[in-house]
């Protein structure tokens, strides 16, 4: 059995499927055009498949030898000068920050003069 909600009585009513489904009467509307086609472009058939390249060239394999290279340097200085500068401004903003964060916490916990 199917129920739907009456909006006379304000409850639950017995009711066929397709009212069930359809509330208070509302069906569906179906259009009976096509909807106009809004990124159209012109089709063209061939006969040869091309395969494109679109990702370009797979570095992975390369990159997976030269960091695995066991040369005593560590992983995220391996790329040389560019990561020494990353790694050394990373931890010069680690420290400053904290150096900051305790004078903070020293200048809060001071009581105020008046």
Request: proline share 8%; net charge positive; charged share 15%.
């Amino acid at each position: 059995m199917y129920y739907k909600f009456s909006g006379f009585t304000q409850k639950l009513a017995g009711a066929w499927a397709s009212e069930a489904y359809s509330p208070q009467g509302l069906k569906p509307v179906v259009s009976t055009e096509a909807p106009p086609i809004i990124f159209a472009t012109p089709t063209k058939l061939t006969s040869s498949v091309t395969a494109y390249d679109y990702a370009g060239k797979n570095k992975v394999p390369e990159l997976q030898k030269f960091f695995q290279k066991a040369d005593g340097v560590p992983i995220h200085l391996k790329r040389g000068l560019p990561d020494q500068m990353l790694y050394r401004t990373t931890m010069a903003l680690t420290v400053g920050g904290t150096i900051y964060c305790l004078i903070a916490l020293y200048m809060a916990s001071q009581p105020k003069n008046k």
